[in-house]
């Protein structure tokens, strides 16, 4: 069906097993070309539901599957057309983001879809704050923007969105770091494995 989240989630499995740099290729042309004009993409590309609006729901996670493959095909393929191809669009989604951030936090989008319970899964988290799962993806398109924008000469860009970055991360952590117990949040799983995972946590504490 072309869900963002669920292709990006487990990206990494497809590139490693399969030949499907010209699949992605297409897919991500797909996601730019049903990119709006304010920077905002859908949740499933190409777009197919009759409700349109549906398809632009507030999702950060989601909608962050568009860098990340764009960074994707540059380590694992070493392809700078893409970059160069998607460069205005991932720029664009961050701007996007940046307009749904107050203090550098995001507090739209579904959260940890599907998270482990007791009881089963569930379709909207109990033990991991929306808040956190949003902004720590906001961070991590801010700092792959700021790599391609490195690696193609932008270099105001690119001290621009480091510099971005550096911001949410700080704003991150003051918002979900419990500085006593090393924990982030509710210290469920998911709340301590994306910041470790993305680099957000401060450095000399990964290990507590």
């Known amino acids: 069906m072309g869900w ?18 010209s699949f992605w290729t297409k897919w991500l042309n797909d996601i730019k070309d049903s990119q709006k004009p304010d920077g905002d993409v859908p949740i499933i590309s190409p777009i197919h539901w009759r409700n349109i609006h549906s398809v632009y729901s507030e999702m950060p996670a989601w909608k962050s599957t568009y860098p990340l493959f764009v960074w994707y095909m540059y380590q694992y393929y070493e392809d700078v057309r893409i970059l160069e191809e998607h460069y205005d669009g991932i720029k664009k989604l961050v701007d996007f983001l940046s307009g749904k951030a107050d203090n550098f936090i995001v507090s739209c989008g579904l959260g940890d879809h599907m998270e482990p319970q007791a009881n089963s899964s569930s379709f909207t988290p ?65 709340s301590n494995a994306l ?13 507590a």
């Not at 993305?198 to 990964?206: K, M, V």
């Open 4 to 21: 963002l989240g669920d292709s990006g989630f487990v990206a990494e499995d497809y590139i490693y097993n399969f030949d499907t740099a």
């Open 126 to 190: 109990k033990h991991t704050p929306v808040p956190l799962t949003s902004t720590a993806y906001y961070y991590y398109d801010a700092w792959i923007l700021s790599q391609v924008a490195e690696i193609l000469g932008k270099a105001e860009d690119a001290e621009h969105y480091s510099d971005l970055a550096e911001k949410i991360k700080d704003a991150f952590n003051r918002e979900f770091l419990n500085e006593d117990t090393n924990q982030y949040a509710t210290g469920s799983q998911t």
């Open 195 to 207: 910041p470790l995972y993305l680099g957000i946590a401060p450095e000399g504490r990964e290990k």
